[in-house]
């Protein structure tokens, strides 16, 4: 497709083509410093490899965390979008669009929600907390449980559901009610239930919860913690809610976590991330109808969220997981990756975990930093999600050999790697 818009090193004609140390320049003279130099400028993208700037091909294990679910420029996914663009590109939330109403439908049939069930739109992840945040309120009570660990967005709603203390304190204070329970303790949690039906503590408006915490380093909420949540939230009146935003569309090997969870159905599930594949989009997904009529008209809104491209961008996502078995996909080739780490015995490597392809590889020492920038230079895009582990998230159009590629790779690295011993 032919683009006449110039992103060389303007405005000066004489600058020649745009390489990674001039763009990283720039970008340190332009772009706020929130996120650290960047460790590479990509220019291209093809299935599950992407191009830098100066012409280095990378295996893409991270999929933009947990985003490029078909991986970069899938036809089918493009010309979804590109016809969609040369058709009607956007028109605010006073009109519907069939993309839209065709997404929402078939959310409702993956989620398999009851009669009276409803999605609302928005645009990423934390904007869909936000509003299950706000869901949760108009249960006419304000006292929300979350667990540490759980990361759940920027945004101050969101960020008051986020446990993190250095993410949180610079903003404080916080929309307040949030309670963060220790991870995986029923215990806790049925204490924190009792004493609110004692009338010792506020009623309980909703339980919030990430069933396998992503930016945690991979871990996984237990079936019965969830089992144990659900239950008490059903007899306290409060509202389940499961964010889905990282672990949704495909990448623990179904449609959404809680399916590989028998037993479990949450009345609200947030998402983001795959649901797009690449194109913002994210979405709230009400299970009944109680949950679908918390919020009202005027209550909520947004001017891009359910955008017509956008929600052709997901419906090819949806299609293409479906006609290629990608759910099938992640959860053998996760399988397979995890099993060939954890066979070969390799130095300073702990354990490789995770479900579907969702995966961390934990090191015995806190060297994921190093590990990280050793594979980026190997041509392998990780990322050290805690100083201890890598995380893997790739697109869930990996292939065996792919992944066999990154095996090799890894334990190269690792075995050559010189680590001080603090073990
Ligand atoms: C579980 C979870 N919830 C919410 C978010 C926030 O999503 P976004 O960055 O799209 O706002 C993330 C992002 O990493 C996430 O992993």
């Not at 609302?120 to 509003?131: D, I, L, R």
């Not at 759980?150 to 929309?175: D, I, N, S, V």
Request: hydrophobic residues 45%.
């Amino acid at each position: 497709m032919r683009n006449d818009i110039s992103y060389s090193d303007s405005p000066s004609p004489a600058s020649g083509p745009a390489t990674q140390a001039s763009v990283t320049a720039r970008y340190s003279n332009s772009i706020m410093n929130t996120f650290g130099t960047p460790q590479r400028v990509l220019v291209r993208g093809e299935g599950c490899f992407v191009w830098d700037a100066d012409g280095n091909r990378y295996l893409d294990l991270l999929a933009g965390i947990a985003v490029n679910a078909l991986g970069h420029a899938h036809p089918t996914w493009t010309s979804a979008i590109a016809a969609q663009l040369g058709t009607l590109g956007h028109v605010s939330n006073f009109f519907a669009t069939t993309p839209q109403v065709a997404l929402a439908e078939s959310l409702l049939r993956l989620a398999v929600a009851e009669e009276g069930g409803r999605v609302f739109f928005t645009n990423s992840g934390t904007e869909s907390n936000e509003a299950a945040f706000k869901m949760a309120r108009r249960t006419g009570r304000t006292r929300v449980l979350a667990l540490e660990g759980g990361f759940h967005g920027r945004t101050m709603g969101a960020l008051a559901l986020t446990a993190k203390q250095a993410y949180r304190e610079p903003f404080e204070p916080l929309p307040g009610g949030v309670e963060h329970l220790p991870f995986n303790d029923e215990d806790a949690l049925v204490a924190a239930f009792e004493a609110a039906i004692a009338g010792e503590a506020e009623p309980i408006a909703a339980v919030m919860i990430e069933p396998v915490q992503g930016e945690a380093g991979v871990r996984e909420v237990t079936r019965n913690y969830l089992l144990t949540a659900q239950r008490k939230c059903a007899e306290h009146g409060a509202l389940f809610i499961l964010d889905e935003v990282q672990t949704g569309i495909g990448r623990t090997g179904s449609w959404f976590n809680y399916l590989q969870r028998p037993g479990i159905k949450p009345d609200v599930v947030t998402l983001a991330k795959g649901l797009g594949a690449g194109f913002p989009l994210g979405a709230v997904i009400a299970l009944n109808e109680r949950a679908a009529n918390l919020l009202q008209p005027g209550n909520h809104g947004t001017t891009f969220g359910g955008n017509p491209i956008a929600a052709v961008a997901a419906l090819a996502t949806l299609h293409t997981i479906e006609r290629d078995h990608l759910l099938l996909n992640a959860e053998r080739i996760g399988a397979h990756l995890r099993n060939r780490v954890n066979s070969a015995n390799l130095p300073h490597v702990d354990i490789a975990t995770g479900v579907g392809l969702l995966i961390a590889i934990r090191f015995t020492a806190p060297i994921a930093a190093e590990v990280q920038s050793t594979l980026l230079e190997a041509g392998f895009i990780t990322n050290a999600v805690t100083p201890q582990a890598i995380r893997l998230a790739p697109p869930l159009i990996l292939t065996t050999t792919q992944a066999d590629t990154f095996v090799e790779a890894f334990s190269h690295v690792m075995s050559t790697l010189k680590v001080e011993d603090s073990e």
